[in-house]
């Protein structure tokens, strides 16, 4: 996060947070929050770092593209261990590879739709 400027970091983010170009309940916010946490806790601010990130996982993600999950879940995950909690961090890490398997699976099924194009336009496929 902002090459581990954590303060600067946890400043930027709380600006973009507060703005109202970030929609309520979207994906950018989890993510934001998530990251937030992230920052805070490594500042050792556990209270406000547990703060956001109870508010970013209280976002439901259900019905986010899943390459969102998997970035918001590993920003809990970073956020969990440095708050010191690995049982909670290795959780989010497995709800992560699962959203980074849905994720590869969708992009698998992509590439079989568009492969009688990839030889171009009037080339045998």
Do not use: W
């Amino acid at each position: 996060v902002l090459q581990e400027k954590y303060s600067d970091a946890a400043i930027a983010i709380s600006e973009v947070i507060d703005s109202p170009e970030v929609p309520a309940g979207s994906a950018e916010l989890a993510l934001l929050r998530a990251d937030n946490a992230h920052c805070l806790a490594r500042l050792q601010q556990f209270s406000l770092a547990t703060s956001e990130a109870d508010r970013a996982n209280s976002i439901p993600s259900a019905g986010f593209d899943a390459d969102d999950r998997a970035v918001i879940f590993g920003a809990l995950s970073d956020y969990c261990v440095a708050a010191g909690n690995s049982a909670q961090a290795a959780d989010f890490r497995r709800h992560q590879q699962a959203a980074l398997d849905e994720h590869q699976k969708t992009i698998q099924e992509l590439i079989k739709l568009l492969e009688p194009y990839s030889a171009g336009p009037g080339k045998p496929t």
